[in-house]
């Protein structure tokens, strides 16, 4: 999501006058950071479609910062910020000239059990994630729910290792007399029919 979109998207809600002075302030930034919840809201944006008006205040924010302070700033953010604010960054990250710098941020939101944290881990800056890393994240969703959608380039990365982890947690699922959730039976289903030309068997699918 382009940085101009987020901040066209953002002129149609009450906080628009309040960011651009923000903006406009980087040695208030950290008190500008932590207001944007209360200032702009939390609610989801139109123009937008994925963020919501304090996600965007604060990636934009953050794009705004010196390239120099970046890194280290979305690092402290990250760490001492709560959850909305820890999101934020996640998805700030693509804005960002941070290189792979931020990858410690990504391993740190897959590790935990917030399923908010983790799809905006897998979004577009997860492409500075190794592939072994990617795989478990993305089986992780599976079993926590996170609808494979989130996933940023999910059908361009995913490879026959990720089939075989897919097909032993179908096993799993249908042994236990258990439903395999729809998106991930239809992901095995395509990688099975790209790798071998045939499809996968019969699965009990998840109603979603």
Same mark, same amino acid.
């Given at each position: 999501?382009?940085? %101009?979109? #987020?901040h +066209?998207?953002?002129?149609e809600?009450?906080?628009?006058?309040?960011?651009?002075?923000? #903006?406009?302030s980087?040695?208030?930034?950290?008190?500008?950071?932590? @207001?944007?919840?209360?200032?702009?809201?939390?609610?989801?944006?139109?123009?937008?479609?994925?963020?919501?008006?304090?996600?965007?205040?604060r990636?934009?924010?953050?794009? =705004?910062?010196?390239?120099?302070r970046?890194?280290?700033?979305? @690092?402290?953010?990250?760490?001492?910020?709560? +959850?909305?604010?820890?999101?934020?960054v &996640?998805?700030?990250?693509?804005?960002l000239?941070?290189?792979?710098?931020?990858?410690?941020?990504?391993?740190?939101?897959?590790r935990?059990?917030?399923?908010? #944290?983790? =799809?905006?881990? &897998?979004?577009?800056?997860?492409a500075?994630?190794d592939?072994?890393?990617w795989?478990?994240?993305?089986?992780?969703c599976?079993?926590?729910?996170v609808?494979?959608?989130e996933?940023?380039?999910?059908?361009?990365?995913?490879?026959?290792e #990720?089939?075989?982890?897919?097909?032993?947690?179908a096993?799993?699922?249908? +042994?236990?007399?258990?439903?395999?959730? =729809?998106?991930?039976?239809a992901?095995?289903s395509?990688?099975?029919?790209?790798?071998?030309?045939?499809?996968?068997?019969r699965?009990?699918? %998840?109603?979603?």
């Amino acid at each position: 999501m382009p940085p %101009e979109r #987020l901040h +066209a998207a953002l002129r149609e809600t009450p906080g628009a006058a309040w960011l651009d002075e923000a #903006l406009a302030s980087p040695g208030a930034f950290p008190r500008s950071f932590a @207001a944007a919840g209360r200032r702009t809201g939390r609610a989801p944006l139109p123009g937008a479609p994925g963020w919501t008006a304090d996600e965007a205040a604060r990636a934009l924010l953050l794009a =705004a910062l010196p390239p120099a302070r970046v890194a280290a700033e979305a @690092a402290d953010l990250y760490h001492h910020g709560d +959850a909305d604010e820890k999101r934020a960054v &996640l998805k700030a990250l693509p804005l960002l000239p941070i290189g792979t710098g931020a990858v410690p941020l990504l391993r740190d939101a897959i590790r935990t059990n917030d399923a908010r #944290l983790l =799809a905006a881990a &897998l979004g577009p800056y997860a492409a500075h994630l190794d592939q072994a890393a990617w795989r478990q994240a993305v089986l992780k969703c599976v079993f926590m729910g996170v609808p494979l959608a989130e996933v940023d380039r999910l059908d361009e990365r995913a490879d026959a290792e #990720l089939a075989a982890m897919l097909a032993a947690f179908a096993e799993e699922r249908e +042994a236990a007399g258990r439903p395999v959730p =729809a998106d991930a039976a239809a992901l095995l289903s395509r990688l099975t029919s790209r790798l071998t030309g045939r499809p996968t068997g019969r699965l009990t699918i %998840e109603e979603t």
